[in-house]
């Protein structure tokens, strides 16, 4: 049985989150865990606490399972946009020009690794 895990309204850019999404898709959840922990983007926090509260909702999920993180894999991880802020910025000659404070939505999702039996 899966279990998933959403954060709404992070204050980064859904371009700049895609780019660590993709990095931990389809990983044991062990191994995206060391992937986030060595990456220098400052969104890899959001998506570690994101991840560990997936594993954290698969154990509530599944009380009478004892499940490592190496049995574990990172299902599904997509972004979406959330709302945008639209600020302005003093221009030359008294205009002003737009800034979009982008956010987005993470949701990842966990499953345990399917046994292949041959």
Do not use: C, W
């Amino acid at each position: 049985m899966q279990a998933k895990a959403i954060l709404r309204h992070t204050p980064t850019s859904p371009r700049k989150m895609r780019l660590l999404a993709g990095l931990v898709r389809g990983k044991p959840v062990d191994q995206a865990k060391a992937i986030l922990l060595n990456s220098t983007k400052g969104a890899s926090r959001n998506v570690m606490l994101t991840l560990k509260s997936a594993v954290a909702n698969y154990a509530q999920l599944n009380p009478d399972e004892r499940v490592s993180d190496q049995e574990l894999v990172v299902k599904e991880v997509f972004v979406d946009q959330g709302a945008t802020l639209k600020r302005m910025l003093p221009a030359p000659m008294g205009r002003a020009y737009r800034v979009r404070k982008r956010s987005n939505h993470l949701t990842v999702i966990v499953d345990k690794v399917k046994q292949s039996s041959k």
